[in-house]
């Protein structure tokens, strides 16, 4: 069980990288640049981002990969820009928990005793990769994230695409225009030959938020590296709600 939040998280700090820029591009035959078009899609990501100070949901989890498959029910709890909190069942029976913070991370699986606590540095430090809470909580939200600083925008029909390369990083965010929901992203780090890419999926107004921007109650992240192998996990919300303060009790016992 432990693997399975390690896995998870490793992939969505994945996900953390570079500053968002938008630069570059030729003139369109409307004699609007490419880069502009880009950046409008950029505006209207950023227009529709869901925004709340709490959440707390329940969701189906499964996870694949090369060794272990598991699934069960997950409550996830976050206060913005404080803590993000994960519970995960199997039968009825807590089998792990974890606690993110901005500086530091904990994970406890009850099946064996093992406890995790460390600085979000060690993430770096073991994984080679970028770890900043900010961003893990717009990825919990469904929210963009961009890591290269320039971006070319390709359309088919109501769908957006951008895609963008740097030295370390080639991006991909597929948008649907109408609503600019973000549909998928994909990161791919050339380096080490590591892709992530995290769908979203069902969006549809949140009780208590109707008149925000719809929340994509599916996720799906899929990894693949020499290390892991490839993976799945699928994340399903069946219940949420955005009252807060919160509870996010880290007993190790």
């Not at 994960?86 to 807590?94: A, H, N, Q, R, T």
């Not at 606590?117 to 994230?145: C, H, M, T, W």
């Not at 303060?245 to 880290?250: A, C, E, G, Y």
Request: proline letters at 3%; one cysteine or more.
């Amino acid at each position: 069980m432990r693997l399975l939040f390690i896995l998870a998280l490793s992939a969505l700090f994945l996900a953390a990288a570079c500053n968002k820029k938008v630069v570059g591009g030729a003139d369109g035959a409307d004699g609007v640049t490419r880069a502009s078009k880009a950046a409008q899609v950029v505006k209207g990501l950023e227009a529709n981002r869901f925004e709340t100070e709490y959440l707390e949901g329940r969701a189906n989890v499964k996870l694949e990969s090369r060794d272990l498959n598991i699934g069960g029910t997950a409550t996830i709890r976050l206060e913005k820009d404080k803590a993000i909190w994960m519970s995960v069942k199997k039968f009825g029976f807590e089998g792990a928990r974890a606690l993110i913070r901005p500086d530091s991370f904990f994970v406890l699986n009850r099946l064996n005793g093992d406890y995790t606590a460390e600085p979000l540095s060690y993430l770096e430090q073991k994984y080679k990769i970028p770890a900043r809470f900010d961003l893990l909580q717009e990825i919990v939200l469904g929210n963009a994230v961009f890591f290269s600083r320039d971006l070319q925008l390709a359309t088919e029909g109501e769908t957006y695409t951008l895609t963008g390369q740097d030295r370390r990083f080639a991006t991909q965010h597929v948008v649907d225009g109408r609503g600019f929901k973000l549909l998928e992203m994909q990161l791919k780090e050339l380096a080490q030959n590591r892709t992530l890419a995290i769908s979203n999926a069902d969006f549809r107004p949140a009780e208590t938020k109707e008149n925000d921007p719809d929340f994509a109650h599916q996720r799906t992240v899929n990894i693949d590296a020499e290390a892991t192998g490839p993976a799945k996990l699928e994340l399903t919300f069946t219940r949420l709600s955005f009252a807060g303060p919160l509870s996010m009790p880290f007993n190790r016992r």
